[in-house]
T-cell receptor, first 117, second 111 residues
Framework: AQSVTQLDSQVPVFEEAPVELRCNYSSSVSVYLFWYVQYPNQGLQLLLKYLSGSTLVKGINGFEAEFNKSQTSFHLRKPSVHISDTAEYFCAVSDPLTQGGSEKLVFGKGTKLTVNP | DTAVSQTPKYLVTQMGNDKSIKCEQNLGHDTMYWYKQDSKKFLKIMFSYNNKELIINETVPNRFSPKSPDKAHLNLHINSLELGDSAVYFC??????????FGPGTRLTVT
């Protein structure tokens, strides 16, 4: 079964500093990988996804992530964060062989990013 | 023109009651889901429907019964509510591209 580990439950940083949120997955087959963001009291919004192709994926709001198959990682990065980036970030994995309604996301436990002035 | 909407946003009820949460998507997607987010923010899939047919049922107690009257709607009915059912419930939908669109969530509090 697939699983996702987000190594840091909380990451505090100062505004304009770079940040990396770590994600490792466990799967013996090919996977699709995602990062979602949840702002306080809101639903989840897709930041970026890796399905195939280039291992460096660019998303919204200046975020990017790098797929590393040998290390089974998909870390999220931003070179300079803003106060408005304060939110919960979730890494998720899906099995590309599923279809027809069986495409389920398995989420990590989330990383709370707090950007301080 | 909200893509995935849920009602109600907040639901406070007593143990033993029966309640329903409604979800609607106007994206034309074939597949809809219910997820549960617990107090520690952990998200877990409960059900998925594809064109009104149940596809995924993740060992959820049978007190939870999803119903899909058409492919744009997926409702969740919960019987005999328990304290442990308190959580935020999210509806989501997808066109099969693996990008899931989430609703704003329904915060259920059982007292």
């Amino acid at each position: 079964a697939q699983s996702v580990t987000q190594l840091d439950s909380q990451v505090p940083v100062f505004e304009e500093a770079p940040v990396e949120l770590r994600c490792n997955y466990s799967s013996s087959v090919s996977v699709y990988l995602f990062w979602y963001v949840q702002y306080p009291n809101q639903g989840l919004q897709l930041l970026l996804k890796y399905l195939s192709g280039s291992t460096l994926v660019k998303g919204i709001n200046g975020f990017e992530a790098e797929f590393n198959k040998s290390q089974t990682s998909f870390h999220l990065r931003k070179p300079s964060v803003h106060i408005s980036d304060t939110a919960e970030y979730f890494c998720a994995v899906s099995d590309p062989l599923t279809q027809g309604g069986s495409e389920k996301l398995v989420f990590g436990k989330g990383t709370k990013l707090t950007v301080n002035p | 023109d909200t893509a995935v909407s849920q009602t109600p946003k907040y639901l406070v009820t007593q143990m033993g009651n029966d309640k329903s949460i409604k979800c609607e998507q106007n994206l034309g997607h074939d597949t809809m889901y219910w997820y549960k987010q617990d107090s520690k923010k952990f998200l877990k899939i409960m059900f998925s429907y594809n064109n009104k047919e149940l596809i995924i049922n993740e060992t959820v107690p049978n007190r939870f019964s999803p119903k899909s009257p058409d492919k744009a709607h997926l409702n969740l009915h919960i019987n005999s509510l328990e304290l442990g059912d308190s959580a935020v419930y999210f509806c989501a939908s997808t066109a099969g591209s693996y990008e899931q669109y989430f609703g704003p969530g329904t915060r259920l509090t059982v007292t």
